[in-house]
């Protein structure tokens, strides 16, 4: 899977991919990931990447014509210039499987399903930094597949989500992490939160790890996990709770209890 990350600020991505699960899965060549400078997609004199908001306003928006350039470049795929904006691109990319991401506050939330969806149907991912203030909207209507939000709260440009999403897609890639199933125990992969996880010493501070997780007993440990699992959703997270498959049995076991 390969990442062409476009954005203004190129050095912001370093280092932020030589660590943890995302080196080592670049090391093994399962990943690729690359940082772009849109500057080198402007022909102006004054390497322009942004300009004044028609109607009026505060702040600069993300010019076009850089941006088409860029991802034209990265997908080795034409943008249509015609009046069906995009569909024809849109098809292409598809065939190919290519997404073209744009990272904004007005995308579809990114969520665990989202990222299955990208980590099992994209070759290449082209990730376009949004500016806080705005990108064309021409570059949402005909160049991009996905746009995309990491949560309703604002920054100030797309990067921060760029490294969220890479992280959040290369742990799903095949082979990305040690062991093949532990993508598939992660929290919100069932809808749920992870359950508490405690290590050695048994006993700190006066506080004694959950008894029965010291013993080897597996079906009751694995018992004792779902039924944690559950009431720190339904603690937390009431919204991911009300939606979780539970029999009325477990309904009841975990709603029984008023913590
Ligand atoms: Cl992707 N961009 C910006 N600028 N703000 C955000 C965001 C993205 N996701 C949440 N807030």
């Given at each position: 899977m390969r990442f062409d990350i476009i954005t203004i600020f190129p050095d912001f991505f370093q280092t932020v991919f030589d660590f943890g699960i995302v080196r080592r899965a670049r090391a093994a060549g399962l990943v690729e990931v690359a940082a772009h400078d849109l500057r080198a997609w402007t022909t102006d004199?004054?390497?322009?990447?942004?300009?004044?908001?028609?109607g009026g306003g505060d702040g600069m928006v993300l010019k076009p014509e850089p941006l088409f350039a860029a991802v034209e470049a990265l997908t080795g795929e034409v943008a249509t210039d015609d009046a069906v904006a995009g569909e024809s691109f849109r098809r292409r990319l598809s065939e190919t499987r290519k997404r073209v991401v744009l990272l904004s506050p007005q995308g579809r939330?990114?969520?665990?399903?989202?990222?299955?969806?990208?980590?099992?149907?994209?070759?290449?991912?082209?990730?376009?930094?949004g500016r806080y203030e705005g990108v064309d909207e021409r570059v949402a209507e005909a160049l991009v597949t996905d746009e995309v939000s990491i949560g309703d709260y604002v920054l100030s440009g797309g990067e921060p989500a760029a490294v969220v999403l890479v992280d959040?897609?290369?742990?799903?890639?095949?082979?990305?992490?040690?062991?093949?199933?532990?993508?598939q125990n992660d929290s919100f992969s069932e809808g749920l939160l992870d359950w508490p996880h405690y290590t050695r010493p048994p006993e700190f501070r006066g506080m004694r790890v959950p008894e029965v997780l010291l013993g080897g007993n597996h079906a009751e440990i694995a018992g004792w996990r779902r039924r944690a699992a559950l009431r720190k959703t339904r603690r937390q997270r009431p919204d991911l709770y009300a939606r979780a498959e539970l029999d009325a049995r477990e309904r009841n076991e975990i709603e029984e209890r008023e913590d």
């Open positions: 004199k004054h390497r322009m990447v942004d300009d004044r908001p028609f939330v990114l969520e665990q399903s989202l990222a299955q969806e990208l980590a099992s149907e994209a070759e290449q991912v082209v990730v376009i930094c959040a897609l290369v742990r799903l890639v095949p082979g990305a992490l040690g062991s093949e199933t532990s993508a």
